[in-house]
């Protein structure tokens, strides 16, 4: 049977579409399309065992956050073995105080955005301060949520061994969970602000506990955030679970950082914690892009012919004819007049200001 009449595809029986692969055709991308060209040299989607075979070569782990696609999809193209939405996006995109204000719609929002950018990385999806801490069940709801409708591959919760029973009671269900202790953003108020944990005898040791005790409620890897490298590194090689360090020096078995923070892209004189290292300038070059571009247009410099789409002479030449025949003059100068307003807005009420 012929598929193609006067080049182009001929439509296929309606009998054969379930059955029959439809033909490829050419794709003209919109200016707007969020996937483009996939990269060249696709990978492997990093699994719970591809961490755990890392972490028994010893080779660190690297997990950055991300917060919407267009962060996901960068973080997933460089080769990011964990991709997180942390609820540092209270902060980096929805312009809270800190991380408590954030809610679960939120999160599962963003979550679901990052999602789907990411075909490689391992995700996970940060449960925000009030949907886990009044019982491990409440926490169990919180995190099927997160992977259904955010559609993460992981959760992580804040806390160590009072979480324990938590972790469990997740894990059970079949969701992997990333535990984090140390320095608990979360709870800083309890903390007293902002400050490194493990800092003396007890409260090292009362940091390995929560590492081991997370450990054994089955959490697959722990975040250390604030901690003395020292103290980290210890704890490290205590453990039979991947440590991800925070501010917790290169002993850890992998890092993570903000994206936001470590790419540059704020404001000159934002503070940044004392471990970030920035490795980019986004906010400079996304500066000096806006100016130019807006001198540009205000000097009518853009857009230059080459940004616009041809037409023949002949074809305007007529269109400018017609329009002369018509009587229409071209004015570059808009016409004033009355705003038109329309029939349904004269039938509203009369609302004092």
């Known amino acids: ?33 969020p996937l483009g060209t996939p990269p060249a040299n696709a990978r492997k989607p990093v699994t719970i065992n591809t961490l755990q075979s890392l972490y028994r070569k010893n080779e660190p782990i690297t997990m950055i956050t991300a917060h919407d696609f267009p962060s996901a999809h960068v973080a997933d193209h460089a080769g990011m073995d964990m991709i997180l939405v942390g609820d540092s996006l209270a902060m980096v995109a929805l312009g809270m105080e800190d991380t408590s204000e954030v809610l679960m719609e939120e999160m599962l929002l963003h979550c679901r955005s990052v999602a789907r950018a990411t075909k ?82 007890a409260s090292a040791l009362n940091l ?9 409620a089955g959490a697959y ?23 991800i360090g925070i501010g917790a020096g290169n002993g850890c078995s992998g890092q993570v950082l903000v994206q936001t923070d470590m790419m540059g892209n704020f404001p000159p004189g934002r503070f940044l914690p004392k471990f970030v290292k920035q490795y980019g300038n986004v906010w400079a070059e996304a500066m000096r892009a806006m100016q130019e571009y807006k001198a540009e247009v205000k000097s009518r410099a853009y857009p230059a012919p080459e940004h616009t789409y041809p037409m023949s002479q002949e074809v305007f030449s007529e269109f400018e004819r017609q329009i002369e025949d018509t009587g229409e003059e071209a004015s570059a100068q808009p016409k004033q007049g009355k705003l038109k307003v329309p029939k349904a807005f004269d039938e509203l009420p009369n609302i004092p200001s």
């Open 120 to 201: 490689g990385a391992f995700t996970v999806g940060d449960l925000p301060m009030g949907t886990y801490e009044i019982s491990p069940e409440q926490a169990l709801a919180s995190a099927i949520r997160m992977v259904k409708e955010g559609r993460v591959k992981s959760v992580k919760l804040e806390g160590g061994k009072e979480m324990a029973p938590t972790i469990s009671k997740i894990t059970s269900a079949g969701i992997p969970v990333l535990a984090h202790v140390g320095l608990t953003p979360q709870r800083q108020n309890a903390l007293g602000g902002f400050r490194v944990q493990g800092k003396s005898t």
């Open 221 to 243: 890897a722990v975040v250390l955030e604030a901690v003395p490298a020292e103290v980290a590194a210890l704890v490290t090689r205590k453990l039979s679970i991947p440590t």
């Open 1 to 33: 049977m012929a598929l193609r009449r006067a080049g182009r595809p001929a439509a296929l029986p309606s009998s054969m579409l379930s059955r029959t692969a439809l033909p490829m055709v050419a794709v003209r991308w919109s200016s707007h399309s």
């Open 208 to 216: 390995l506990e929560d590492a081991k005790a997370v450990q054994e």
